[in-house]
């Protein structure tokens, strides 16, 4: 599997051979580690990463992932940096093309991040936009493959938040990988329909089901019970509206119970605001794997950049 020079936007530019690559790479990454084994795969690579909004796991990330296996990385922060606002998106990313081998960006506009790739002429990778965060779908995918053996076929159900970020990636990832994908959401927070019908188009091929409901009945079965943020990073005035629409759609011990399987798992990309989208006793509990998948984030992304960039 030859994925170098390519960048990471979204999820619907991989064949799911491909991100079962990145995911199993992964995974090798995440043992050698383990055994204190790193590489320099990333030696001699100068790689520059932009976050307009903040974040501890997707910056750690990186930065850890550059560090083991050789690479220098120059964080650039919102206050430190001209992107589209004093100096254009399309300026800036022929300027830091020419002096870096790759671009992380974190921000608000998919525009943003899809133009940075098509000027700077270096693989750029995805670290969240408004519309999807590719990165963590890999991480909450290795998480369920080492938990469960493997994905095709697991019932995944998102409560929550149907139309941000972590949805749209979710649907668009399970789709790929023909793991079965049901939203829960309130009518007015439904995802969007072209994502759906991209989604579906996806799992038909791969033989999994994408379903859209707004019954809370239907998390029966789940293998996986997994949720977000209410609002997500530049959505903060819609706080008070968010928590009456979606108070229903809590995560708590009574929804887990609903699963109607002991087996069932609780998943966050976290951070998460407990006593809103979860409940602390099911953030806390057993079945709750938030924190190998917080881990994964850290093996997922260092496979990103060595498939795209390392020697
Ligand atoms: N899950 C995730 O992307 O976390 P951060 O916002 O801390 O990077
Ligand atoms: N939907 C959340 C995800 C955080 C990782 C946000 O965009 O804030």
């Known amino acids: 599997m030859n994925l170098k020079g390519r960048s990471f936007l979204t999820l619907k530019d991989f064949t799911p051979e491909e991100i079962q690559y990145l995911i199993d790479l992964a995974a090798d990454l995440k043992a050698k580690k383990k055994k204190g084994i790193t590489g320099q ?18 910056r750690c990330a990186f930065s850890v992932a ?56 270096v693989p750029v990778w995805n670290g969240l936009t408004d519309e999807y965060h590719p990165t963590q779908i890999l991480a909450d995918f290795l998480t369920l493959q080492e938990h469960f053996g493997y994905l095709k076929g697991l019932n995944f159900v998102y409560m929550g938040d149907g139309r941000n970020n972590m949805a749209n990636s979710l649907m668009i990832g399970c789709g790929k990988m023909g793991v079965n994908c049901t939203i829960i959401a309130p009518k007015e927070l439904w995802p969007n329909e072209e994502i759906v019908g991209q989604s579906r188009e996806y799992s038909a091929a791969a033989g999994s089901v994408i379903t859209i409901t707004d019954d809370i009945s239907a998390v029966k079965g789940a293998d996986c019970v997994y949720t977000d943020v209410w609002c997500s990073m530049g959505e903060e005035e819609k706080a008070a509206e968010r928590v009456s629409l979606l108070r229903p759609y809590q995560v708590n011990a009574q929804v887990m119970e609903t699963t109607g399987k002991d087996s069932s798992v609780f998943m966050h990309c976290l951070p998460a605001v407990k006593g809103n989208e979860v409940t602390e006793d099911v953030f806390e509990a057993d079945y709750s794997i938030v924190f190998d998948e917080a881990e994964n984030r850290m093996h997922t992304i260092k496979a990103v950049m060595v498939a795209t960039l390392g020697e």
């Open 66 to 121: 550059c560090n083991d296996e050789g690479g220098f990385h120059e964080y650039l922060g919102r206050s430190e940096i001209q992107l589209g606002s004093k100096e254009s998106v399309k300026d800036t990313a022929r300027v830091l093309g020419r002096m870096f081998d790759a671009i992380e960006f974190r921000g608000f506009s998919h525009k943003h991040v899809e133009m940075l790739a098509q000027y700077s002429g």
């Open 41 to 58: 795969s990333l030696k001699g690579k100068n790689i520059a990463l932009i976050f307009e909004k903040p974040s501890t796991r997707t």
